[in-house]
């Protein structure tokens, strides 16, 4: 039986998640909403310094079954994007537990596996099929390529490979288009502004949704406080109480309910067992005046 190569399986893998989820060819907007709605996993966009160029982890706990994805906050949205949907794909694929099999896949192959379902996640060959429905193979222009990184969200970079996949371009314009920058397309075709919205949005941390729903369950009960919140969104408790406030967020209130002894249920003494403890004290009390 022939293995089928990683960017099969991240093609395929891929295709499967949009058929399954309803997405069709349309580009997808907000991938942590889409993920954490879809999905029983939880995403963050968190503030820690990317190291080594790692800027995305994904975690399994075993003995609760949860799965985090972890993405760091940046300047740059599409590489935001990408990273993402790389680290959606361990999540599906269980990678984490790859290592637990007779014949572990390689790493390389794993993250060549992620990076081929982000792109074809993000931008379908059937996508840019129904896209440049208009447009004439081997005769586009830059301007092309501005549109579909803009209506896409994804770097020039992956837009290249796949145009090239889908038969839009060459190899040659692909080498040349790969080396260009987001920012530069976004100035020269005039969708600059809609770009450092982009960033604005990518450079926030967010907390995971349904762990900030089950915080706020808490506050209203009143048994998680406002400082409790606050951490989990990474801002000042006051903040957060304004915006609680404003949303009409509050604990209960619990009223006490007075009551009289008419309420309280009878309670039967026993009177034998009153008046043995009166004789012990009476005796050990004597006892004590004898010595």
């Known amino acids: ?130 896209f440049l429905a208009a447009c004439t193979p081997g005769d586009l222009q830059m301007s092309h390529l501005s549109a579909v990184v803009q209506t896409f969200l994804v770097s020039p970079a992956i837009a290249a490979i796949a145009m090239d996949s889908a038969g839009f371009i060459n190899s040659t314009t692909k080498a040349q288009w790969m080396g260009l920058h987001t920012p530069g397309l976004a100035t020269q075709f005039g969708w600059l502004d809609q770009y450092r919205t982009l960033q604005a949005d990518s450079s926030q941390t967010r907390a995971p949704q349904r762990l900030l729903t089950r915080a706020i369950r808490g506050y209203v009960e009143d048994i998680v406080t406002v400082e409790t919140v606050a951490s989990i969104r990474g801002l000042s408790a006051s903040a957060v109480k304004e915006e609680l406030d404003a949303a009409g967020i509050a604990p209960k209130v619990v009223e006490a309910v007075i009551m009289s002894d008419k309420d309280f249920p009878a309670v039967e003494v026993d009177q034998a067992f009153l008046d043995a403890l009166d004789d012990l004290d009476r005796q050990v009390n004597s006892e004590i005046e004898e010595q």
Request: glycine share 6%.
């Open 1 to 130: 039986m022939t293995m089928s190569s990683a960017e099969e399986e991240g093609k395929l893998a891929a295709s499967k998640f949009r058929a399954d989820h309803g997405l069709g060819v349309w580009p997808l907007n907000d991938l942590v909403a889409l993920i954490e709605t879809r999905l029983d996993i939880d995403v963050a966009i968190l503030d820690v310094e990317a190291k080594g160029g790692e800027h995305g982890l994904t975690m399994f706990d075993p003995k609760g079954g949860a799965t985090f994805i972890g993405v760091a906050k940046t300047d740059h949205p599409m590489r935001q994007r990408s990273t993402l949907a790389h680290e959606l794909s361990h999540a599906l694929f269980r990678d984490w537990v790859d290592f637990d099999q007779p014949m572990p896949l390689a790493r390389e192959r794993r993250e060549q596996r992620a990076d081929a379902f982000a792109r074809h996640l993000l931008v379908p060959e059937d996508s840019l099929r129904w």
